[in-house]
């Protein structure tokens, strides 16, 4: 056996070596996928679309998430959605902020990244639009409403936090 034929062999050995190593831990990782979808951040029994979409907003730092659903053909997202990236930036921190939309390009939120799926503004959506989800640390909804203007933006917030504890001045 000459060094080229060892060579060759050894090269098609390692080929073969990495191939079970990732179909190994691919099958690792969609079972760790099964597992945290059935007992991860979905409603807990409830694994309705509806759910399993808003899970994916599920906040990480702060108590929930205000997600905007937008629409394409929607004037009235176009005219809210730099109003949103101002609020958005005036309360990062208490909350976290999404933008989802239906189709890309279409209306952008200036500091907040746009999320395109069709499917989940479809299932999260109650009819209209602009709307706000709001999604808890768990990812459930825990409400949905219309999104007018700053007011009502705010009125979101204000329904969803808890006041901060008085302090004794003593």
Same mark, same amino acid.
């Given at each position: 056996?000459?060094?080229?034929?060892?060579?060759?062999?050894?090269?098609?050995?390692? $080929?073969?070596?990495?191939?079970?190593?990732?179909?190994?831990?691919?099958?690792?990782?969609?079972?760790?996928?099964?597992?945290?979808?059935?007992?991860?951040?979905?409603?807990?029994?409830?694994?309705?679309?509806?759910?399993?979409?808003?899970?994916?907003?599920?906040?990480?730092?702060?108590?929930?998430?205000?997600?905007?659903?937008?629409?394409?053909?929607?004037?009235?997202? $176009?005219?809210?959605?730099?109003?949103?990236?101002?609020?958005?930036?005036?309360?990062?921190?208490?909350?976290?902020?999404?933008?989802?939309?239906?189709?890309?390009?279409?209306?952008?939120?200036?500091?907040?990244?746009?999320?395109?799926?069709?499917?989940?503004?479809?299932?999260?959506?109650?009819?209209?639009?602009?709307?706000?989800?709001?999604?808890?640390?768990?990812?459930? $909804?825990?409400?949905?409403?219309?999104?007018?203007?700053?007011?009502?933006?705010?009125?979101?917030?204000?329904?969803?936090?808890?006041?901060?504890?008085?302090?004794?001045?003593?």
């Amino acid at each position: 056996m000459t060094a080229t034929t060892a060579a060759l062999v050894l090269a098609w050995v390692a $080929i073969v070596v990495l191939f079970l190593g990732c179909t190994g831990m691919m099958r690792m990782i969609r079972s760790l996928q099964e597992q945290l979808d059935r007992q991860g951040r979905t409603l807990g029994t409830d694994t309705s679309p509806r759910a399993r979409a808003a899970a994916r907003f599920a906040p990480t730092r702060a108590p929930f998430t205000l997600v905007l659903l937008s629409s394409d053909s929607c004037l009235a997202c $176009i005219e809210l959605a730099p109003e949103f990236g101002r609020f958005a930036e005036r309360h990062r921190g208490r909350v976290e902020f999404a933008h989802l939309v239906s189709a890309p390009g279409t209306v952008v939120v200036p500091g907040i990244e746009s999320v395109v799926d069709p499917r989940a503004v479809a299932v999260l959506s109650p009819g209209y639009t602009p709307a706000l989800v709001v999604v808890g640390r768990d990812g459930t $909804i825990l409400d949905v409403g219309p999104a007018a203007d700053l007011e009502s933006l705010q009125g979101f917030i204000e329904r969803h936090t808890s006041p901060e504890p008085v302090k004794d001045p003593t």
